[in-house]
């Protein structure tokens, strides 16, 4: 319920990691409540057809809300066009987020399972690409980055998920992490 951008967290996190490098980082969040991954891609073809700025790293995430429309096969597909279009424009990588856990993956296995098959898919373009990509592309599983609702108590269910789906500002920072340790370990390999 309340607004929280994943990118303060890691804009903030970038900006301290590297203050004595003299790096500057703009973030441009570009994120929808509620749009689908079709929508995503075709707003992401238009973003890069129509802008002269050059990005160093595209961050994907999506999916959550085409599950109860479209085939896993679908929404992957559409996630990881985003990701090669990502490769034909940026200079530096492409990360690909899982599909995050939410309330509902406890209660719903249809709704579970669809998503683990979404992620397999993801996660299985990422490593088939691996070598052969550049910008390299990096899938960053939320359910290794202290996001999984299953392996939360009740009491860290509350400090990180605002209503049944979406995070609180302190998830919100946690997924801002996680992102920057993708970002700060590819940076780091130079």
């Known amino acids: 319920m309340q607004y929280h951008p994943y990118t303060t967290k890691l804009l903030e996190q970038l ?5 004595s490098s003299n790096i500057t980082f703009n973030i441009t969040t570009q994120g929808v409540n509620g749009e689908r991954t079709r929508s995503m891609l075709k707003r992401l073809h238009e973003t890069f057809k129509t802008t002269t700025t050059k990005y160093d790293c595209l961050i994907v ?5 085409d599950l109860q429309s479209l085939s896993t096969k679908e929404i992957a597909s559409n996630i990881c066009e985003m990701a090669h279009i990502g490769r034909q424009h940026v200079r530096e990588c492409c990360i690909v987020i899982s599909v995050p856990n939410c309330y509902p993956d406890l209660s719903y296995a249809k709704y579970r399972d669809s998503k683990c098959d979404v992620n397999r898919r993801l996660k299985e373009y990422v490593e088939k690409i691996k070598d052969e990509s550049v910008p390299r592309v990096y899938f960053l599983d939320l359910n290794e980055n202290n996001l999984n609702i299953d392996s939360m108590d009740e009491d860290e269910k509350t400090l990180i998920y605002d ?5 609180t500002p302190e998830g919100y920072s946690r997924l801002g992490t996680a992102v920057f340790n993708v970002i700060k370990s590819h940076l780091s390999k130079g």
């Open 15 to 19: 900006n301290t990691h590297f203050q």
């Open 163 to 167: 209503d049944s789906i979406h995070y």
């Open 61 to 65: 995430l999506g999916g959550l809300n």
